[in-house]
């Protein structure tokens, strides 16, 4: 199926420090989604770069089992990132330090979080209120640390105060190598359409990698994102939620002006079953059942027509009962990609 190639966009290789990364179409850091299960799931469609859940900068709070998993990324494929929050100087450099000894290779500082637990604590995208404190932040974390950093972050704290501009030059000045641009303010927290020309005015202004973030959810949308900002690639958030091999659509895309035919059901049946027993393998079977309800939901979101054997998989206990569950009940035998 060829596709309508009206727009240009940049597909050439990204660089992060001494990284090269595989693709310029990365996966968003999403709280209690990006474990390591999805990063690395993420990342065999073709994820550029796919970073940890955000992690507390208080060490104080990493003996939790929360946190040890956060902090686990064994068997992730280089580059490894580790997404870290909070509102001390001192306390963010520290917990660099100690993820990049432990071995994460970039280190992303989030600055874009609109979660109001967050943004109380004067973290996330609440810092963009204090452009003094950013810097101070930014220039401790990227001191801290022989890794390369990345900050994530908003166009602005609300519409009357649009500072990404003066944000990413701040960053930049400080030694951050990459940004990624959500293209809404904390206000608009995820409603709404984001909008990229505060985005594109950052990329017209950075001598540094940039993302585009927001509503960016089909091969056709990243590379109209691409080619009205002029960004050096793009991140997928919720879009992946159901749906890792949207990594690889757009890639193909992008590479070709062709789109990807659609994935037979008995492929996503697969790529779920996989996923499932990575959940048990990480988190054990009565959490690891748990945390798979929510993926069973936004997988079934794609196909509609099975929301019976959805509610059921939901409220099963049993990882075994779970997966037997799905493989034998899944029907692939309709809705089959020609």
């Known amino acids: 199926m060829s596709a309508n190639q009206g727009m ?7 660089r992060i420090g001494p990284y090269i990364l595989p693709s310029n179409v990365v996966l968003a850091p999403m709280a209690g989604v990006t474990d390591r299960a999805f990063r690395m799931l993420c ?4 994820a550029g770069l796919a970073a940890s859940e955000m992690l507390t900068a208080d060490v104080r709070l990493w003996h939790t089992p ?6 686990d990324y064994s068997g992730e494929p280089s580059p490894r990132v580790v997404q870290i929050a909070g509102f001390d100087p001192l306390m ?3 917990a660099a330090r100690r993820n990049v000894d432990a071995g994460a290779e970039i280190i992303d500082i989030n600055m874009g979080c609109p979660a109001k637990k967050v943004c109380n604590r004067l973290a996330g995208s609440a810092l963009m209120q204090d452009e003094a404190l950013v810097a101070r932040i930014l220039y401790a974390v ?7 950093v990345m900050l994530k972050t908003r166009t602005g704290w609300d519409r009357n105060n649009k500072n990404g501009t003066r944000i990413a030059a701040i960053a930049e000045d400080c030694g951050i190598q990459a940004l990624a641009i959500h293209g809404r303010t904390r206000a608009d927290m995820y409603q709404g359409s984001a909008e990229h020309e505060t985005v594109a005015a950052i990329k017209a202004a950075a001598k540094i990698p940039v993302f585009a973030n927001g509503d960016i959810d089909s091969p056709q949308r990243a590379r109209d994102i691409l080619a009205h900002t002029g960004c050096d690639g ?5 879009a992946a939620q159901g749906r890792p091999w949207i990594f690889d659509e757009v890639n193909f895309f992008l590479r070709s002006g062709e789109l990807r035919r659609e994935l037979a059901l008995e492929n996503v049946r697969d790529i779920m079953r996989a996923h499932l027993e990575d959940l048990y393998a990480l988190y054990g079977d009565e959490t690891g059942v748990r945390v798979a309800r929510k993926h069973l939901s936004w997988y079934f979101r794609q196909h509609p027509g099975q929301e019976a054997l959805r509610d059921r998989l939901v409220t099963i ?3 075994r009962e779970q997966l037997s569950t799905l493989l034998e009940h899944f029907d692939t035998g309709v809705h089959r990609a020609a």
């Open 317 to 319: 206990e049993s990882p």
């Open 234 to 238: 793009v991140m997928i958030g919720r």
């Open 92 to 94: 963010m450099a520290d």
């Open 8 to 14: 240009s966009a940049k597909t050439g290789p990204v």
């Open 142 to 148: 990227v001191h801290a640390v022989s890794a390369p």
């Open 43 to 46: 990342r065999r469609f073709g």
């Open 66 to 71: 929360k946190s040890r998993r956060r902090m």
